[in-house]
């Protein structure tokens, strides 16, 4: 398989971000679904504004991308929509070329400075994301100066599944996500149903840490267990998994205390972007993408 140019990894982000939101995923913004301070047309926004970091992240350190990915993506957006997103994908863009991406990677994640993580920390002071504690609040502001981005991650591992993701190399994103959404594809060949119900099996074995942080971990594991009993009914491939998944969406979207499986989101979108990137993906985008429906 010959090696995609900057413009085609580039793109594979993008599209990996358009094809996350378009995903009818519980609990999460969709094409047909808003929150109040969130709608899926700032996340196509913020797809199209990460580009052009995207292009040349192969080049760039890999905090200096993430920085200026952020940048450009709140010259479309005023709240914070990709932060998770970039903070994946830069260092897998960084690592692609030939030879295997995992092994790749691990060499970028080893190789992170602590100018990456002042850079780093700075985008995250930007995009200001939701659901941090006071800890978190302390850490952000007040980072080690001796630091590397990977020990900064390794610190905030237990609370944070995109941090250790950092720490093992994209243990997740390889070993779970990936492999779920190209078995899918090949099994039913429809990819949006693919993607839903690779983030299910993503939310039903890792508790989602944006619902740790906010709500508390025995919520967050109370709604893997209720993502775990979808996926065991069959998820979005049966009809009893079908109506789980609706009451799970119910569940998540209830006015009284929303629950937003965010970081579960961030590691669908990690997943569709390896695909991609490994050419498992393409060539399905001639009519292919809703399998038969």
């Known amino acids: 398989m010959r090696c995609l140019t900057l413009d085609e990894v580039a793109w594979a982000a993008q599209v990996a971000c358009i094809l996350e939101v378009s995903a009818d995923k519980p609990g999460n913004v969709t094409r047909y679904r808003d929150f109040a301070d969130l709608g899926f047309e700032e996340l196509l926004l913020s797809a199209v504004a990460i580009g052009p970091a995207l292009r040349e992240a192969n080049a760039a350190p890999v905090g200096r991308t993430i920085l200026r990915a952020i940048r450009d993506t709140q010259r479309f957006v005023a709240t914070n929509t990709n932060l998770g997103i970039v903070l994946l994908f830069i260092p897998l863009a960084k690592a692609y070329g030939p030879g295997d991406l995992r092994k790749r990677l691990s060499e970028v994640l080893a190789s ?6 002042r850079m780093a920390y700075e985008a995250i002071r930007l995009a200001r994301p939701g659901g941090m504690g006071k800890t978190e609040q302390h850490d952000i502001h007040e980072e080690r100066g001796d630091a590397t981005l990977t020990e900064a991650m390794w610190e905030a591992r237990d609370r944070d599944s995109i941090a250790r993701e950092y720490v093992t190399d994209y243990e997740i994103t390889f070993e779970l996500g990936y492999p779920s959404l190209m078995e899918c594809w090949e099994q039913s060949r ?11 099996a993503i939310l039903a074995n890792v508790p989602d840490t944006l619902i740790s942080r906010k709500h508390g971990p025995a919520v967050a594991r109370e709604v893997s267990l ?16 079908r109506e789980a998944v609706r009451e799970l969406d119910i569940h998540l979207r209830r006015e009284d205390r929303p629950l937003n499986p965010g970081t579960t989101a961030d590691l669908t979108a990690s997943s569709i972007v390896v695909a991609l990137l490994q050419g498992g993906l393409y060539g399905m985008f001639a009519g292919q993408c809703r399998g038969d429906d």
């Open 112 to 117: 992170l400075t602590v100018d990456d993580a």
């Open 190 to 200: 429809n990819l949006i149903d693919s993607i839903v119900q690779t983030y299910l």
């Open 226 to 241: 209720r993502a775990g009993r979808a996926m065991e009914l069959g998820g979005v491939f049966s009809e009893h998994g």
